[in-house]
């Protein structure tokens, strides 16, 4: 398990290869960005000339790319051109940690056991600040096996390495988390901004709720209000952190599992709605915790 071909080099997968490099494997590299791909083998990966190329000489893939249709088509391949199942050695570990819709992972974990292959879906959690220190948090889907044999380059790139279940699991976890997350962090927006209507001062709110039974992670780590709390996003006119596009992004998804499994997510449809509208007023790059704006701008 000593060569990873890592395809999808962008602000995630990246850092992670890197991490990978620095631990001793050896990394064939591939992304369509020839500036990601260059800037991974000046720091010792090395880069192959195509996904399949690098997939072929590995023991281990991993992939780290935009959404379902990229990796559907890299996997699979189409008409013209080979998919990563048809090229791989027998035994070859196949790990996607993008974030995708179950569907799309479930079936290429289908199509991938056909060929006598594993395949784990092992989104992340973590943001580029954990991609870059090695500490994401990994949410699996896929069999007992594959996620035993995963350990080794997963433990290289992440602090927490969860089993979430079989295949596809591990993306519906991870959007449950976020579909929550998306919620809290509304909820706690426009909770801290009526208390400020009524003369509050934040600090103290923010204090008296999160050890009260309206505490959760927002009030903890991430307070969504300017100057509550010191390095967080909100009180650096959130920048980075985690961008409002790629929340939409999520609650798109986890909307798009609710009607498959039909299930009932009134709030997370209403946090995709509040969040697609800040993302329309040019908000799509400032980090999530900015939806406070939404409550807090007098008109
Ligand atoms: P990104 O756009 O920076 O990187 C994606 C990379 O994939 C790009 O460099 C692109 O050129 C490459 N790519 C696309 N199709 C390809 C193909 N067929 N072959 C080779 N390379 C290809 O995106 P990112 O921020 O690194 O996010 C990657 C994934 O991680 C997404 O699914 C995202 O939802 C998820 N994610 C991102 C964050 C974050 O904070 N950025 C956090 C958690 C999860």
Redesign the pocket.
């Known amino acids: 398990m000593n060569t990873v071909a890592f ?8 850092p992670m290869a890197v991490n990978l490099v620095k631990a001793g494997y050896t990394v064939k590299a ?4 020839q500036a ?2 260059s800037h991974v083998v000046e720091q010792g990966a090395m880069q192959a000339p195509s ?1 399949c190329a690098a997939a072929a000489a590995a023991d281990v893939v991993i ?5 379902g249709k ?1 990796v559907r ?2 996997y699979l391949g189409d008409e013209q051109n080979k998919g990563i199942i048809d090229v791989v050695a027998d035994g070859t570990l196949l790990i996607d ?4 819709d179950a569907e799309s992972a479930r079936f290429v974990a289908e199509q991938a056991k056909a060929k006598g292959l594993e395949f784990i879906d092992a ?6 600040a ?2 870059a220190a090695g500490t ?1 948090t990994f949410i699996c889907g896929g069999s007992d096996a594959a996620f035993e044999q995963a350990q080794g380059v997963l433990n290289v790139m992440g602090a927490n390495i969860f089993h979430a279940g079989g295949p596809g699991a591990g993306q519906v976890a ?1 959007i449950c988390n976020n579909m929550l997350l998306s919620v809290l962090m509304v909820g706690t927006s426009e909770s801290i901004q009526m208390g400020i209507d009524h003369g509050l001062d934040p600090k103290v709110l923010s204090e008296i709720m999160k050890v009260s039974s309206g505490g959760n992670w927002t009030l903890d780590k991430y307070n969504p209000c300017p100057d509550v709390m010191e390095n967080v996003p909100s009180s650096n006119g959130y920048q980075g ?3 409002v596009d ?1 929340m939409v ?2 609650l798109g998804l986890s909307q798009e599992a609710a009607l498959l499994s039909n299930s009932s997510t009134p709030m997370g449809a209403l946090a995709r709605s509040l969040y697609v509208n800040h993302a329309r007023q040019g908000n799509g790059k400032r980090d999530f915790s900015s939806i406070f704006e939404q409550f807090n701008k007098k008109g």
């Open positions: 395809i999808g080099l962008g602000n995630m997968g990246g591939f992304d369509l960005s990601a791909l996904a992939t780290m790319l935009p959404a990229h088509s890299l940690c993008s974030t995708i989104p992340v959690s973590g943001g580029t954990g991609a994401l991870k952190g985690f961008m790629l992004k999520d």
